[in-house]
């Protein structure tokens, strides 16, 4: 079966050449452009949109459909070029747009491509927002410009070095500079190997870069994740370098590979950086439900705390401004530091370990022991909807003793550690998390979830 072109609150994604094409782009820019000026009605100067691109080839062909549909419904377009996630969302505040759009479809294999939107905020549109462009990209309910209307398109080159000063700002450049780093990078071929070179060559570090290109052609599986960066490994080991990053291809995720080769998962990437901002005081974080324990305890040994949210950085995002967290960020490598943005960034990742490298003199694997070890399982079945709220109906049951958090599926915690069960919002699949102290118990939250799938029928 042919897939569907998935749209959701991160924006749209699909198959490049089959339910994705530049006429999809186009008339999704319409809907765009339409949204914004029904957010700022009556306004007299033009609204404006940055729009960049991740790497993929099909990068050029999308990003120049879209900016045709937000400039035929008179919406001035700027070209960022090849940029990464976060990078766009930077830009759209330095240059005061109205809101930016980032082709890529992240850590999702080539065959994918997809457009995600940022507002004037660089936060992803809220549910209701995210509504009302899908409603109108769905029923058509756009109107395009006359001949004095048009939007214009200008080209800023100036992404790179606007981002990396407002990293660098977090940290101090010349203590890291000063320990000399050497660095393995895997940036896939996706947009982050040019800015995060630039990064790192500029803090003094030694670079030791694979995939560092920019032609989309992803020498493995895009997702960080501990079997598709095994070259990386051999690269820090080789080098004999103080750490490896690996990269997705829009450079908001980040997954770390320690001194000895070992890639150390994607959840370390969040504690670390928390690990550095709870060394400088107290205060609060967020993350969303699925992400590891380690950060809670990260917070309390400083005396603060974690606030959850549903998955998805833009409940994160908010959380974080509503509470003025000094971190956070999601499991999946993704850290955020407001300082920067509201976004996901890899480089915000980087700079962050690396002055806790600087500081603390220690290695990786030595912060890494410093923090409580959990084990975390995850795994996967076919669930429709009315199957996933039985199952979750029987959970709530069988964990009743728990303490338990409906707001995104069932988050329930333990003394031990804690299991969560969220249906997914693009397939009839239900995910199933669980993580503990030991990896026997993470195994039987997770193994009491199966059984109450086996007890229902298909
Ligand atoms: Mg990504």
């Not at 490049?16 to 009605?41: D, I, M, Q, W």
């Not at 294999?109 to 109108?136: F, R, V």
Request: aromatic letters at 4%; proline letters at 4%; a negative charge.
């Amino acid at each position: 079966m042919a897939e569907q072109l998935i749209i959701s609150i991160s924006g749209l994604r699909g198959v490049v050449g089959e339910n994705l094409t530049a006429s999809v782009a186009c008339e999704y820019g319409r809907a765009f452009g339409a949204f914004l000026k029904n957010r700022h009605p009556g306004r007299e100067s033009r609204l404006s949109v940055c729009v960049g691109r991740d790497t993929r080839p099909s990068g050029q062909m999308l990003q120049s459909a879209l900016t045709e549909g937000l400039c035929a419904g008179g919406i001035n377009v700027t070209d960022l070029g090849v940029v990464t996630t976060p990078g766009v969302g930077i830009m759209a505040q330095e240059l005061r747009c109205n809101g930016g759009a980032v082709v890529t479809a992240s850590h999702n294999p080539a065959k994918y491509n997809g457009i995600k939107l940022l507002l004037d905020n660089s936060m992803a549109p809220p549910p209701d927002a995210a509504g009302q462009i899908k409603k109108s990209f769905l029923e058509e309910d756009f109107h395009v410009v006359d001949s004095s209307m048009p939007g214009g398109l200008t080209r800023d080159d100036r992404t790179d070095i606007v981002h990396i000063a407002k990293v660098v700002a977090l940290i101090d450049t010349d203590a890291v500079a000063a320990r000399k780093f050497r660095v393995a990078l895997d940036s896939v071929n996706g947009a982050g190997g040019r800015v995060t070179k630039k990064l790192l060559a500029g803090l003094g570090c030694e670079v030791c870069a694979i995939n560092d290109e920019p032609t989309g052609v992803f020498a493995h599986t895009p997702e960080p994740t501990a079997e598709n960066v095994t070259v990386l490994c051999d690269v820090v080991r080789n080098a004999k370098a103080d750490i490896g990053f690996a990269q997705d291809p829009d450079a908001d995720r980040l997954a770390i590979v320690d001194e000895s080769g070992k890639y150390i998962g994607e959840e370390y990437t969040l504690a670390l950086a928390a690990k550095y901002a709870f060394s400088k005081g107290t205060g609060e974080a967020a993350t969303n439900l699925s992400t590891s324990r380690m950060i809670d305890e990260i917070a309390a040994r400083a005396g603060g705390k974690v606030i959850r949210t549903p998955v998805g950085e833009a409940n994160v995002a908010a959380a974080m401004l509503g509470h003025d967290c000094i971190i956070g960020g999601e499991g999946n490598g993704g850290v955020i530091d407001l300082r920067v943005s509201p976004i996901r960034d890899s480089l915000v990742g980087i700079v962050l370990v690396l002055q806790l490298l600087a500081e603390t003199g220690k290695t990786v694997s030595q912060l890494i022991d410093e923090i409580p070890r959990y084990r975390m399982i995850k795994d996967k079945f076919s669930a429709d909807s009315a199957a996933s709220q039985r199952i979750l109906d029987m959970a709530k049951k069988v964990f009743a003793g728990a303490e338990v958090d409906v707001r995104d599926g069932c988050r329930f915690d333990f003394e031990d550690g804690w299991l969560h069960l969220r249906a997914s919002n693009t397939e009839p699949v239900m995910r199933v998390i669980a993580e503990a102290r030991d990896e026997g118990a993470a195994r039987g939250y997770v193994n009491q979830v199966l059984s109450l799938r086996k007890a229902i029928p298909d």
